[in-house]
């Protein structure tokens, strides 16, 4: 029973949510789009970091050689002079520079390869922001375009049955008896149950006089 009630609880729970974000799944775009972004903008600051960092240690990697070189100029020049003394402390120095340099010409290679690396991820996150961006907006234009249809489909079913009422009363009306054509008929019915329809086709046959005035005989009439 209880394992029942939290299945039922855990389901509902889950269809809310999952109501909640198709409600504000352009909200919630956005918010990542906005959660990406910072994460974009922080690999460009420790990008930046790093490359200063590898600036600096080059520098002073240029430095050390370039002193590394001088040293070894007079070292030389001591030994040539026979300044055996100056030339063992020239030596020494020399070989406490060289094993420094060893360590910054590292650290600038590990840099390096961590520019590098960094710089790609950042060029990825960017487009991947811009790719993001384009999908926020077409995602607003389907949601727009599905709220406007939604609409539609709503006021579409009184619409149409508006339509459909005013097209009812149209055939009403267009299928109305026509009251003028309706006493003719009444007229010619009443005339037949008289016998004058009768008298009126005998006369137009020929057969008596006319029971009526036509214009062949007022023509007639005003000729003479």
């Known amino acids: 029973m209880l394992?029942?009630?939290?299945?039922?609880?855990?389901?509902?729970?889950?269809r809310a949510e999952t109501q909640l974000r198709d409600t504000f799944a352009i909200e919630l775009i956005d918010q990542k789009i906005r959660e990406t972004?910072?994460?974009?903008?922080?690999a460009k600051v420790t990008l930046v970091s790093l490359i200063q960092r590898e600036r600096t240690e080059s520098r002073l990697l240029k430095n050390l050689r370039d002193k590394i070189a001088d040293m070894e100029a007079r070292t030389l020049a001591a030994l040539d002079d026979g300044k055996d003394s100056l030339a063992q402390?020239?030596?020494?120095?020399?070989?406490?520079?060289?094993?420094?340099?060893?360590?910054?010409?590292?650290?600038?290679?590990?840099?390096?390869?961590?520019?590098?690396?960094?710089?790609?991820?950042?060029?990825?996150?960017?487009?991947?922001?811009?790719?993001?961006?384009?999908g926020a907006m077409a995602a607003a234009a389907v949601k727009k375009e599905a709220a406007v249809q939604s609409a539609l489909t709503r006021t579409?079913?009184?619409?149409?049955?508006?339509?459909?009422?005013?097209?009812?009363?149209?055939?009403?009306?267009?299928?109305q008896d026509d009251p003028f054509e309706m006493g003719?008929?009444?007229?010619d019915i009443n005339a037949g149950l008289s016998?004058?329809?009768?008298?009126?086709?005998?006369?137009?046959?020929?057969?008596?006089?006319a029971t009526k005035a036509t214009a062949k005989d007022v023509l007639a009439r005003l000729k003479k």
């Open 3 to 14: 394992s029942t009630l939290r299945t039922l609880m855990v389901g509902s729970a889950a």
């Open 37 to 42: 972004e910072a994460q974009v903008d922080a």
């Open 89 to 134: 402390e020239g030596a020494e120095a020399i070989a406490v520079m060289e094993n420094e340099a060893t360590l910054r010409d590292a650290t600038v290679t590990r840099l390096q390869e961590k520019i590098v690396r960094l710089r790609t991820s950042v060029e990825t996150g960017h487009r991947k922001v811009v790719e993001l961006k384009q």
């Open 156 to 175: 579409g079913l009184s619409s149409s049955s508006s339509a459909q009422e005013a097209q009812d009363l149209i055939n009403r009306v267009m299928t």
């Open 184 to 187: 003719q008929i009444m007229d």
């Open 195 to 209: 016998g004058a329809a009768l008298a009126d086709r005998m006369a137009d046959a020929g057969c008596g006089a």
